[in-house]
């Protein structure tokens, strides 16, 4: 691995994340939601702060912008889209911008649904991908500005990428979301068997967060809309895809 990740909570169940190029020494704050906890955890670290990346306008992903901005003097990385949304960015990206961060190269993916602005940040090297709230553990985000079929397509990209690279979400929404999995698809034993593991896991107050996109292939019903199981279970045996999409979103949001 040639970046270093610090993985912290913020507000409620949000996670912010660090990332160093262990080679430059570059830090990057990935959607921090406040100030003092991004402060606090670089000065624990001992890191300053280079760039802030930003994956979508919500306040709970960019709350810690100006006053990082102003303490350290750093660049922010936004999307393109969301420039009237997300005050003073210095970096627009949009899809398929490819940029070098110390010696890592990371790829930027934009993933309208949950916003319209929405991007990920991809080091396909490692193997790690910053995707805010497309997906996460066993779900996926809200679609509050795109359509269902803009949603469907963001994640279909997702899947599309290697099945070892780590999703590092920015909320720990996992045990709902799994109990909202288990009744859609009650027979899948890799499910129950997450669902044991993460049981496990937030007992002990541990996060879910990152997770593998194989283990989200083999369990997440938001990418799972050819599974016979979940279809026959929303009787929607002969749906399009896009149409099983949409029937789990909208039964998450009232679940
Ligand atoms: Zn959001
Ligand atoms: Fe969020």
């Known amino acids: 691995m040639k970046i270093e990740i610090v993985q912290y909570p913020a507000l409620n169940d949000n996670y912010n994340f660090l990332l160093r190029d262990k080679d430059s020494d570059l830090v990057a704050a990935i959607d921090p939601s406040d100030f003092q906890g991004t402060k606090n955890k ?6 300053r702060l280079d760039q802030i990346w930003n994956t979508h306008h ?3 992903h960019i709350g810690g912008n100006q006053e990082l901005k ?7 990385r936004a999307p393109e889209y969301d420039q009237k949304r997300i005050k003073g960015s210095d970096i627009k990206n949009k899809d398929g911008d490819q940029f070098e961060f110390g010696s890592s190269q990371f790829e930027v993916l934009y993933l309208p649904g949950h916003t319209l602005g929405h991007i990920a940040y991809h080091c396909a090297e490692d193997k790690v991908l910053f995707i805010g709230d497309v997906i996460f553990a066993m779900g996926c985000g809200r679609v ?3 359509t269902m079929e803009q ?3 963001s994640i279909e990209r997702v899947k599309s990428l290697d099945p070892d690279t780590l999703l590092y979400c920015a909320h ?3 045990l709902a979301n799994g109990r909202f999995a288990m009744s859609v698809e009650p027979q899948n034993s890799r499910l129950i068997d997450r669902m044991q593991k993460v049981n496990k896991l937030r007992q002990q107050g541990l996060p879910t967060v990152p997770t593998r996109l194989r283990d989200e292939l083999n369990t997440n019903p938001f990418m799972r809309t050819d599974s016979m199981e979940i279809r026959m279970n ?6 399009s895809a896009v149409e099983v999409f949409a029937e789990l979103r909208s039964q998450k949001d009232h679940f």
């Open 234 to 239: 929303l009787k929607m045996e002969n749906a």
């Open 172 to 174: 720990e929404y996992t």
């Open 70 to 76: 102003q303490e350290f003097r750093c660049q922010l």
């Open 151 to 153: 949603m469907y397509s």
């Open 42 to 47: 670089l000065h624990e670290k001992g890191w």
């Open 58 to 60: 919500h306040p709970d």
């Open 144 to 146: 509050f500005e795109g």
